[in-house]
């Protein structure tokens, strides 16, 4: 039987994440269109909305989907979740998504939700498994890959379309991807030079 990363160091931080989207959600509609990524009120320097669309969503079912994706992630990579790792990332990925939607994306004038931004912890989570050793790291990241691949090529799931009132943000799961392997190479090499650095000031 699998142990789940239950300690508070782990899920802490998601547990805040969770409690935010879900704290917006119910603020109603006022909130979101105040919060979600709109190209043209980023053009009017409503910054802000790069990382607040993230934590927006279109109804409850779309609330719903994303907390077990977020639950699910919790399970499968809660052991490399230190509350400020974890909300970093989030971050940094949430940011990343919206920057790609916004450069790369054009024609995609609205967007909320937390999917781009749980692609990127997904991937940063199997890389960190494969770095740890954990075989079905590679498994989880041959996975997501064909996933966007797939959807690259055929587009979004009428069905999930149909279920969270909205189309699905494709290319948004493909930039959040990118930004968990930026991340996590990032942080490996920062990794790798302190250590070279301390090592080369005992010699």
Not at 1 to 20: D, E, R
Not at 66 to 94: D, S
Not at 123 to 138: E, P, Q, T, Y
Request: include cysteine; charged fraction near 10%.
């Amino acid at each position: 039987m699998v142990a789940l990363p239950v300690k508070p160091q782990f899920s802490l931080g998601p547990l805040i994440l969770a409690i935010v989207c879900i704290a917006f959600f119910f603020a109603g509609q006022s909130m979101t269109d105040l919060l979600a990524y709109d190209r043209y009120a980023l053009q009017s320097m409503e910054t802000w909305r790069l990382i607040s669309g993230n934590l927006i969503h279109t109804n409850g079912y779309h609330l719903l989907l994303n907390l077990v994706g977020l639950a699910l992630l919790w399970a499968l990579h809660g052991e490399h979740y230190r509350p400020v790792t974890f909300l970093k990332l989030f971050i940094w990925c949430g940011l990343g998504t919206s920057l790609g939607i916004y450069f790369l994306s054009p024609q995609l004038i609205w967007y909320v939700g937390l999917s781009g931004a749980l692609h990127g912890i997904f991937v940063w989570g199997a890389f960190m498994d494969i770095l740890n050793k954990v075989r079905s790291g590679w498994l989880l990241l041959a996975g997501v890959a064909a996933k966007l691949v797939f959807e690259q090529l055929q587009g979004s799931s009428e069905d999930v379309a149909s279920l969270i009132d909205a189309s699905v943000a494709v290319d948004a799961h493909l930039y959040g991807a990118v930004c968990g392997v930026l991340l996590f190479v990032l942080m490996w090499g920062s990794s790798l030079a302190a250590g070279f650095i301390a090592s080369r000031r005992k010699a």
